[in-house]
C-alpha cells in the first residue's frame, strides 16, 4: 500500500476527496462517495464495500488506530493529513480526522440488474430529507427490514448527512433505485408481491390488519411533504394507514416508517443481508 503525506488544502488528491462530500453529481461522475468517521469508515471495510484511499490525521492515527488497522488493511492508498486538510475534508463540526474514498455499490447503478431477494420490502418514493432517509435505513436494519427501493427522486443515499444518520446501515441494507413507478410495481407483482400504498388516510385499511407473515408484501412510504404519488397509488394494491388519536393528521416519515416497519417485522421470518457492494 502506497502512503503519502498531504500538507496543502490545495492538494489535488484531497481536493477531489472533498468534492465528493459536497456534490452528489461528483459522487454520480466519479462513480466514488467519501465516508467520515472511524466507526462509519471501517464498518464500510467490513461490510465488503471498495475502499480506494484513507485520509487521516496523526491525532487520529493515534487516538482511533484500532478502527483504522482494517482500513488501511483493506485501501489501496493511505494519507496522512494535517489539520487544516482534515477541515476541508469534513462535512461535521467536530471531525475525528479519518476519511475514506469508497466506490460506488454496484447495485445502485442505474444498470444494475434486479430482482426482488426478500420480503417485506419497503419501498420509498421521493424521500428528500437525508435524516429521515438516514433514519429509515438504520431502522429498516435494527428490525431486520433488509431490502429497500429507493424509488423516484430521494435524496442521494450517500450524502454525507445519509451516512451518519443510518450509521453505517446503508453499507448492509440490500439497496435498490428505480425511477418509473410503473415499471417497479409491474416487477413486484409479477414476483406475487402484494403492495400495499401508505396513506394519512383515516378510510384506509389498517396496518395492523394486514398478516405480513402470509405472503410477500411490500409497503411504499412516500414523500415528506405530499406523501406517494397517485401514480403509486393507483398502482398499489390496497391503501394502508397507521391508526392514530388525537389531533395529529399525519407522521413525519421517519415516525411513520418505523411503525410500519415494526408491523412488518412482527410476522416476517425476514434475515438480514450484507450488501458487498
Not at 201 to 212: G, K, L, P, Q
Amino acid at each position: 500500500m502506497e502512503q503519502n503525506r498531504i500538507t496543502s488544502r490545495q492538494n489535488e488528491t484531497a481536493r477531489r476527496a472533498a468534492a465528493l462530500a459536497r456534490s452528489g453529481e461528483e459522487r454520480r461522475t466519479q462513480g466514488k462517495f467519501l465516508c467520515e468517521g472511524a466507526r462509519l469508515c471501517r464498518d464500510a471495510v467490513l461490510s465488503g464495500l471498495s475502499v480506494e484511499s484513507c485520509f487521516y490525521t496523526e491525532q487520529a492515527g493515534e487516538k482511533y488506530k484500532d478502527y483504522l488497522s482494517p482500513i488501511l488493511s483493506a485501501c489501496r492508498e493511505s494519507y496522512l493529513i494535517e489539520e487544516h486538510v482534515a477541515e476541508l475534508l469534513s462535512s461535521t463540526k467536530a471531525s475525528q480526522g479519518i476519511f475514506c474514498v469508497c466506490g460506488w455499490p454496484k447495485r445502485l447503478l442505474p444498470e444494475a440488474v434486479w430482482e426482488p431477494e426478500q420480503a417485506p420490502l419497503l419501498v420509498l418514493e421521493n424521500l428528500q430529507d437525508p435524516g429521515n432517509l438516514g433514519t429509515v435505513f438504520r431502522t429498516a436494519e435494527a428490525l431486520g427490514i433488509g431490502q429497500v427501493v429507493l424509488l423516484g427522486e430521494c435524496c442521494d443515499p450517500l450524502s454525507p448527512k445519509v451516512l451518519r444518520a443510518s450509521m453505517g446501515a446503508v453499507f448492509r441494507l440490500r439497496l435498490r433505485a428505480e425511477k418509473e413507478s410503473e415499471k417497479l410495481c409491474k416487477l413486484l407483482k409479477n414476483q406475487g408481491f402484494q403492495l400495499h400504498a401508505a396513506v394519512p388516510d383515516a378510510s384506509a385499511r389498517r396496518v395492523t390488519e394486514i398478516d405480513f407473515s402470509d405472503g410477500l408484501h411490500a409497503v411504499y412510504i412516500g414523500n415528506e411533504g405530499s406523501g406517494l404519488t397517485a401514480e403509486t397509488i393507483a398502482f398499489c394494491h390496497d391503501r394502508v394507514t397507521i391508526p392514530m388519536a388525537g389531533r395529529a393528521e399525519s407522521l413525519n416519515a421517519s415516525a411513520a416508517a418505523t411503525i410500519l416497519l415494526w408491523e412488518m417485522q412482527r410476522g416476517s421470518t425476514v434475515k438480514v443481508g450484507v450488501c458487498h457492494g
